[in-house]
Nanobody, 120 residues
Framework: QVQLVESGGGLVQPGGSLRLSCVAS????????MGWYRQAPGKQRELVAS???????SYLHSVNGRFIVSRDNFKNLVALQMNNLKPDDTAVYYC??????????????WGQGTQVTVSS
């Protein structure tokens, strides 16, 4: 059994910062590209940032230059540093990771979600 557990959400004023973390645990042989998604009320879930095992990153245009995704392969951890937050960043944030849980068998796992609210 594999679990992704997120932490770090909360309420922050516009212009503030938050750091999200997600740790994968359980039967893990390998992890593919890890990503952070978000879903605001009434909107579709969207990919915010992703990072490969080698460190290559990709960002949603609207967060580029404000958010930084990082990864620790030894700890099976992915983090999202969010700076200069805006009200439009308000959403539930989810981490995602394709995990090889037995040789040759992969499954796409999701965290439980953490609320980020940007408001004055």
């Amino acid at each position: 059994q594999v679990q992704l557990v997120e932490s770090g959400g909360g309420l922050v004023q516009p212009g503030g910062s938050l750091r999200l973390s997600c740790v994968a645990s359980g039967s893990i042989l390998s992890i593919g590209i890890m990503g952070w998604y978000r879903q605001a009320p009434g909107k579709q879930r969207e990919l915010v940032a992703s990072i490969g095992s080698g460190g290559s990153t990709s960002y949603l245009h609207s967060v580029n230059g404000r958010f930084i995704v990082s990864r620790d392969n030894f700890k099976n951890l992915v983090a999202l540093q969010m700076n200069n937050l805006k009200p439009d960043d308000t959403a539930v944030y989810y981490c995602n990771a394709p995990v090889e849980y037995s040789p040759g068998h992969w499954y796409d796992f999701w965290g439980q979600g953490t609320q980020v609210t940007v408001s004055s």
